[in-house]
């Protein structure tokens, strides 16, 4: 089954699941099966969208909040907006559709700080495991 799928079909499981919500392992799994070679997805493209990510949760007034608490509009924002870019970087043959896929439903499900956390540590496992 590809990530995608396999994303989509553990939310649909697990309707009032976040990101946060997804055990460490299940997360290091979908990370683990998204083998994408070199000229799908370079290291530059991966490191403009991590950057992007990380910006979100470097910022100050993300450190300050707790783990349950939801995100600020203006994080949100800045997370959805990604969504064009991946789109964007598909139509430009920057990044694999599949790769988009699992972003775009990973963003979707981000909602509060630990879902953000997870979502961090998925993106850079993702770098890790990338050939």
């Known amino acids: 089954m590809r990530v995608a799928d396999e994303i989509k079909a553990h939310f649909d499981k697990n309707k009032n699941h976040q ?26 493209q991966m490191r403009r969208f991590y950057d992007a990510i990380r910006g ?7 450190k300050n909040m707790a783990d349950g608490d939801k ?8 997370l959805i907006f990604l969504r064009p870019a991946f789109a964007g970087a598909v139509r430009k ?3 694999p559709p599949a790769f988009k896929e ?3 439903q990973s963003i979707q499900k981000v909602k509060k700080k630990k879902d953000m956390y997870k979502f961090v ?8 495991y990338a050939e």
Not at 72 to 78: I, Q, S, T
């Open 121 to 128: 540590k998925f993106f850079e496992a993702i770098i890790q």
């Open 56 to 62: 979100v949760w470097d910022d100050p007034k993300m």
């Open 71 to 78: 995100l600020e509009e203006m994080f949100l924002a800045r």
């Open 93 to 95: 043959n920057k990044i």
């Open 19 to 44: 990101f946060g919500d997804v055990p460490a392992s299940t997360i290091v799994k979908w990370a683990e099966s998204c083998k994408f070679k070199e000229r799908q997805l370079t290291p530059t």
């Open 102 to 104: 699992i972003m775009d």
